[in-house]
């Protein structure tokens, strides 16, 4: 059972930059897929960008040339960078682990499992 602790969330002006880490109990590398996810109030938990062990990665539309994804194996840790947030930006950030798919990391909320308590992100 892999532990998982996110942090770095805060509240931020529109256009501005975080940095999320995701600290495991175990070495990442042995994990097929990390992800971030993020659920915003009253709505579906979301996929935003999931990385492999070959470093390969995957992006939500919705994110993509704004956030990046990297994984440090040696200190077990997942980050996200996020730039340029914009205010549909604010949720609950959450990391997760899981299996690949087709070779790929998918974004799919339900492949993932073992979710962190998550760290707040508020733009505005």
């Known amino acids: 059972h892999v532990q998982l602790v996110e942090s770095g969330g805060d509240s931020v002006q529109t256009g501005g930059s975080l940095r999320l880490s995701c600290v495991a109990s175990v070495y990442i590398y042995s994990l097929d897929c990390m992800a971030w996810f993020r659920q915003a109030p009253g709505k579906e938990r979301e996929g935003v960008a999931a990385i492999g062990t070959d470093g390969s990665t995957t992006y939500a539309d919705s994110v993509k040339g704004r956030f990046t994804i990297s994984r440090d194996n040696a200190k077990k840790t997942l980050y996200l960078q996020m730039n340029n947030l914009k205010p549909e930006g604010t949720a609950w950030y959450y990391c997760?682990?899981?299996?690949?798919?087709?070779?790929?990391?998918?974004?799919?909320?339900?492949?993932?499992?073992?979710w962190g308590q998550g760290t707040q992100v508020t733009v505005s």
């Open positions: 997760a682990p899981g299996p690949s798919r087709y070779g790929t990391c998918l974004l799919s909320p339900s492949l993932y499992n073992n």
